[in-house]
C-alpha cells in the first residue's frame, strides 16, 4: 500500500476507485480531501468507481441541503467534463437513485458488476453482501431493500425521514459496540463463491474499512481480492492501470479532530 500524501498528476489511462467516505457536513476535512480529489485526479482519469458509503447517510435524492447539492456539483463537473462516474450504493447511501444520477451524470450499477479492467474480468461492489457471519445486519437489510418500504419511506416529509434515520443510526451504533470485528468482516467462502460464479479473479470492494490486498488461492487458482480503505482519518484511493494496482492515500490537509478519530468501525 502507498504512503504517498500527494496525488500524481500523470494519470493517463488509469481507473480510480473509491468507498466509505461518509461525507457529512461535520467533517469538513473530508469533504476538502474528496472535492480536491475530483478536481485534481478524478478529472484526468479513464473512468471513477464510487463502491458505495459515499455518504454518511443519504436520506433521499430530494435532500435540500447546500452541502449536497456541493456534491452534486462535483459529480456533474465531473462527468461533464467527460470522466465517466458509476455508482455501487452502500449500506449507507441505499436510497441513492435515478434523480442523483439525472442531476449529476453518475450511472447507478447493480449491487455486484463486473466490468473490463484494462482487460481483466473484474467484480466490484459495496462488500456488504458479503459479511454473511452478521445475520443480524443481513436480515436489517434485506428489510431495508424491499422496493414497497422505501416507496413508503421516499414520500415521507423530508424532516420525517430525517428524524426516522437519526434513531436508526443511534441503535445501529450500539449495536456494534457489541458485536465482534470478525463477525462485521467478509466470509471467505462467500468471496470464493462470487468470483468463482462471475468467473473473475480480482474483486474490488470497501465496507469493512480494512484497507489492504489479499491473495488466495482455490483448486490451483490464484485470486485477489482488493479492500479500499474508509476516509475517517486520510484519503483512500486505488488507482489501477494496464500494468499495475496501487492502493494509496490522500492526506487530509489538517489533523482530524479528536472526535473524527473516535468514529466507529461501519
Known amino acids: 500500500m502507498s504512503g504517498r500524501g500527494n496525488p500524481p498528476f500523470d494519470l493517463t489511462m488509469t481507473t480510480l476507485f473509491i468507498s466509505d467516505l461518509h461525507l ?65 450504493q452502500g449500506n449507507r447511501d441505499f436510497l441513492l437513485n435515478k434523480r442523483f444520477c439525472q442531476e449529476t451524470g453518475v450511472t447507478l450499477l447493480p449491487e455486484h458488476t463486473v466490468i473490463d479492467l484494462y482487460g481483466r474480468k473484474t467484480v466490484i461492489l459495496h462488500g456488504d453482501t458479503l459479511c454473511t457471519q452478521d445475520t443480524k445486519y443481513q436480515s436489517f437489510r434485506a428489510k431495508v431493500h424491499m422496493p414497497w418500504l422505501q416507496w413508503l419511506f421516499n414520500r415521507l416529509p423530508f424532516f420525517t425521514r430525517r428524524c426516522i434515520v437519526s434513531k436508526i443510526q443511534g441503535d445501529i451504533r450500539e449495536v456494534k459496540a457489541t458485536k465482534s470485528l470478525d ?22 470492494h470497501g465496507h469493512t474499512h480494512r484497507p489492504n490486498v489479499h491473495h488466495f488461492s482455490v483448486d490451483d487458482k490464484k485470486y485477489t481480492r ?26 487530509f490537509a489538517q489533523s482530524m479532530t479528536q472526535a473524527a478519530e473516535n468514529r466507529p468501525y461501519d
Not at 228 to 246: A, E, F, I, K, T
Open 24 to 88: 457529512s457536513p461535520l467533517q469538513p476535512q473530508t469533504t476538502d480531501c474528496f472535492v480536491n480529489f475530483m478536481r485534481e485526479e478524478a478529472i484526468h482519469a479513464d473512468a471513477l468507481y464510487v463502491l458505495g458509503d459515499l455518504f454518511e447517510f443519504w436520506i433521499g435524492d430530494d435532500d435540500p441541503s447546500e452541502f449536497a447539492a456541493q456534491i452534486k456539483s462535483e459529480f456533474l463537473s465531473l462527468t461533464q467534463r467527460g470522466t465517466p462516474c458509476y455508482f455501487i
Open 183 to 204: 463477525i462485521m468482516d467478509v466470509t471467505q467462502s462467500e468471496v470464493e463463491a462470487l468470483m468463482t460464479s462471475e468467473g473473475v479473479d480480482l474483486m474490488i
Open 226 to 251: 482488493i479492500v479500499l480503505g474508509d476516509w475517517y482519518h486520510q484519503g483512500s484511493v486505488l488507482v489501477c492501470s494496464p500494468d499495475s494496482n496501487s492502493l494509496e492515500v490522500r492526506r
